[in-house]
């Protein structure tokens, strides 16, 4: 079974500290796809990376960069010298690639940065 | 592209009444979703469509909550009659076979 773990529920740091968002996956397919999605105050979901499951480089986007690890069924996302405006919820997906495009959603890390 | 539009953004309604939400996804996505986002059960997959075709509805509540897709640019989700514990953001999302889905920006419902 598909299963996606967010163990940090919520998360406080200081602005420009760095912050790392855990992420564990399970998941019998060896062909699936990892995602992370931003949900700031606003509302709206915001696509941020995906990840296939052949891909285990390190990708890193301005402050943002994901670790993923295929050894420790794990994909974690960090942000270096964190600022407020990354203030949101962030989600952790998987999809399966057998199971036609449903995407699985962890339940959350809610993280505040503090001025 | 305007991206996945939502209307109407925000709806208050009476328990009993019908309420009907509506989506146009991205322009050539095969896949369109439903999602319901609350505090207590974070975010569900309702129902979701291939080509205009239901694929899973297993995550709809009960038989109050209807969706159709009529063509590749406009669906629906209709819950008739409504109730106070559907009080949620009810989000739809469209994708490309294997990629990130692309959210709208959601409808708050509030039923009293």
């Known amino acids: 079974a598909q299963k996606v773990t967010q163990a940090q529920t919520e998360i406080s740091v200081v602005e420009k500290e760095d912050v790392t968002l855990d992420c564990v996956y399970e998941?019998?397919?060896?062909?699936?796809?990892l995602f992370w999605y931003k949900q700031p105050p606003s509302g709206e979901l915001v696509f941020l990376i995906r990840?296939?499951?052949?891909?285990?480089q390190n990708e890193i986007s301005g402050r943002y960069s994901w670790n993923f690890q295929k050894s420790t069924s794990s994909f974690n996302f960090t942000i270096t010298a964190s600022q407020v405006v990354d203030s949101a919820v962030y989600f952790c997906?998987?999809?399966?690639?057998?199971?036609?495009?449903?995407?699985?959603f962890g339940k959350g890390t809610r993280l505040h940065i503090l001025p | 592209d305007a991206g996945v539009i939502q209307s109407p953004r925000h709806e208050v309604t009476e328990m009993g009444q019908e309420v009907t939400l509506r989506c146009k996804p991205i322009?050539?996505?095969?896949?369109l979703f439903w999602y319901r986002q609350t505090m207590m059960r974070g975010l569900e997959l309702l129902i979701y469509?291939?080509?205009?075709?239901?694929?899973?509805d297993s995550g709809m509540p009960e038989d109050r909550f209807s969706a159709k897709m009529p063509n590749a640019s406009f669906s629906t989700l209709k819950i008739q009659p409504s109730e106070p514990r559907d009080s949620a953001v009810y989000f739809c999302?469209?994708?490309?076979?294997?990629?990130?889905?692309?959210f709208g920006p959601g409808t708050r419902l509030t039923v009293t």
């Open positions: 990840r296939n499951s052949f891909d285990e």
């Open positions: 322009s050539g996505h095969d896949y």
């Open positions: 998941t019998r397919d060896t062909t699936y796809y």
């Open positions: 999302a469209s994708s490309f076979p294997g990629y990130e889905q692309y």
């Open positions: 469509f291939n080509n205009n075709v239901p694929i899973d």
């Open positions: 997906a998987l999809s399966e690639a057998r199971r036609d495009d449903k995407i699985i």
